[in-house]
């Protein structure tokens, strides 16, 4: 496969591929699940502690996972604390669903 063309596709289309994107890994998912459960979210060291993978894998799926903004950042000392940021989880959420939803209506 070569490299992907989104000159070619509407602005709606290369967003819902960004957010499959970022589902579509079960670190990412992991992550994005552990950190949602954090109540003053948390630094990359305790999802490294929680995940099981090296800190350099956390952070490029933590980049992966800010690229769509659904994460919160903040000083934390010398490290970084994340959250989840419940508005942008609420439009994922809501895309993927309009998504199924109006390919299902097409379909019948």
Same mark, same amino acid.
């Given at each position: 496969m070569g490299t992907?063309? =989104?000159?070619?596709?509407?602005? +709606?289309v290369n967003y819902l591929a960004k957010v499959a994107k970022v589902f579509s890994h079960p670190a990412r998912v992991a992550i994005i699940r552990y950190i949602s459960c954090c109540d003053s979210g948390c630094i990359c060291n305790d999802i490294v502690n929680e995940i099981g993978l090296a800190q350099p894998t956390i952070s490029q799926h933590l980049s992966e996972i800010k690229k769509i903004g659904l994460l919160n950042q903040t000083a934390k000392g010398k490290s970084l604390g994340y959250s989840i940021n419940a508005e942008k989880l609420n439009e994922c959420r809501r895309i993927i669903n +309009? =998504? =199924?939803v109006k390919t299902q209506i097409n379909c019948c």
């Open positions: 992907s063309k =989104f000159n070619i596709h509407d602005a +709606d +309009d =998504f =199924f």
